[in-house]
C-alpha cells in the first residue's frame, strides 16, 4: 500500500507531482507586461505563492525561448480568480525552429465566478520533440480589456 500524508486544506491537484524542468536554467523569459510585485519568475519557480500578473489590462504573451531544444510531455498551468466574473481564454503554441513557425497546442476557454469557479488548473500531456519556443498567449476577459491577466503557475516536463 502507498500512502502519502497531505496538509490540511490541500485539495487535489492543486500542486503539480512529477519532474520539471528547471525553467531558470534551459530558458529565457519574454512577457508583454509584468507587475512589479508579481514578477514572472513567482509563476515559473517552484516556492512563490503569488504568480504573475500583468501590468496593464488586455491580452498578454508570455514566451519561454529554450537555451537547447526541449522534449515536452506535460505542460501544468493553474490560473486564479477569486474576485471577478469573466471568461478567460488562453492559447499555448510552440515553435520549432525559433519562431519562425508556430503550432497551436490547445486554445481553452474558462469561466471564473467569485462565487464557485475561481481556479482553472490544466494538465495537458502532449509528446512534442524538439521545442525551442513556447507561447502562452492569455486574452484575461473575451468580452472586456479590463481585466488583467495573471498566472499562479506553470510547469514543464
Do not use: C
Not at 497531505?6 to 508583454?32: F, Q, S
Not at 503569488?50 to 537555451?67: C, E, H, K, V
Not at 490560473?79 to 481564454?89: G, K, V, W
Not at 486574452?139 to 499562479?152: G, H, N, R, V, W
Amino acid at each position: 500500500m502507498r500512502k502519502r500524508i497531505i496538509r490540511p486544506g490541500h485539495e487535489m491537484g492543486t500542486e503539480p507531482e512529477g519532474y520539471w524542468l528547471n525553467l531558470e536554467e534551459v530558458a529565457e523569459v519574454e512577457i508583454t507586461s509584468e507587475d512589479p510585485d508579481h514578477p514572472i519568475e513567482h509563476a515559473l519557480v517552484p516556492g512563490s505563492s503569488s504568480g504573475w500578473r500583468a501590468a496593464q489590462p488586455g491580452a498578454q504573451t508570455i514566451r519561454l525561448l529554450f537555451n537547447q531544444p526541449q522534449r515536452l510531455q506535460r505542460i501544468w498551468l493553474h490560473f486564479l480568480e477569486p474576485d471577478r466574473a469573466r471568461t478567460q481564454e488562453f492559447v499555448l503554441r510552440l515553435s520549432p525552429d525559433h519562431g519562425e513557425t508556430f503550432q497551436q497546442i490547445v486554445r481553452q476557454q474558462w469561466n471564473f465566478s467569485p462565487q464557485g469557479n475561481h481556479e482553472e488548473i490544466e494538465n495537458i500531456h502532449v509528446d512534442l520533440s524538439r521545442v525551442t519556443l513556447l507561447e502562452l498567449a492569455i486574452t484575461p476577459d473575451i468580452d472586456s480589456q479590463e481585466a488583467y491577466a495573471s498566472l499562479q503557475e506553470l510547469r514543464l516536463g
